[in-house]
């Protein structure tokens, strides 16, 4: 599967913005996404999964409550919409798949998208 992220800008503390996920290729199998994100001089970090279905989500504590991602199957798309944004949100953003029905909380994803850069300042 081939992933593209986009929606990226620049906004400011307490905004919102949503990001997408498109995929094609090999998209009629069962896969889970996943987003990350990294911050100049930092190690990318896992932010949320949505399963093949879109019932099932998981999100790192630093983004609950404030991200929510939901997936729109007939576009083969999946959307983080992430709101009250704060200035340490800024970093790029990578959305990646792996094949399993469930969402996967780990790492090592098969696929993964060029990202898209969020930068939150005032």
């Known amino acids: 599967v081939q992933l593209q992220a986009y929606g990226g800008g620049s906004v400011q503390p307490g905004d919102s913005l949503r990001l997408s996920c498109a995929a094609s290729?090999?998209?009629?199998?069962?896969?889970?996404i996943g987003w990350f994100r990294q911050a100049p001089g930092t190690e990318r970090e896992f932010v949320a999964t949505?399963?093949?279905?879109?019932?099932?989500?998981y999100y790192a504590d630093s983004v609950k409550g404030r991200f929510t991602l939901s997936r729109d199957s007939t576009k083969d798309t999946v959307y983080l919409q992430m709101n009250s944004l704060k200035p340490e949100d800024t970093a790029v953003y990578y959305c990646?798949?792996?094949?399993?029905?469930?969402?996967?909380?780990?790492?090592?994803?098969?696929?993964w998208g060029k990202g898209t850069l969020v930068t939150v300042s005032s």
């Open positions: 990646a798949a792996v094949y399993t029905a469930y969402y996967y909380r780990g790492n090592d994803y098969n696929y």
């Open positions: 290729g090999r998209t009629s199998s069962k896969y889970a």
């Open positions: 949505i399963s093949w279905s879109g019932s099932s989500t």
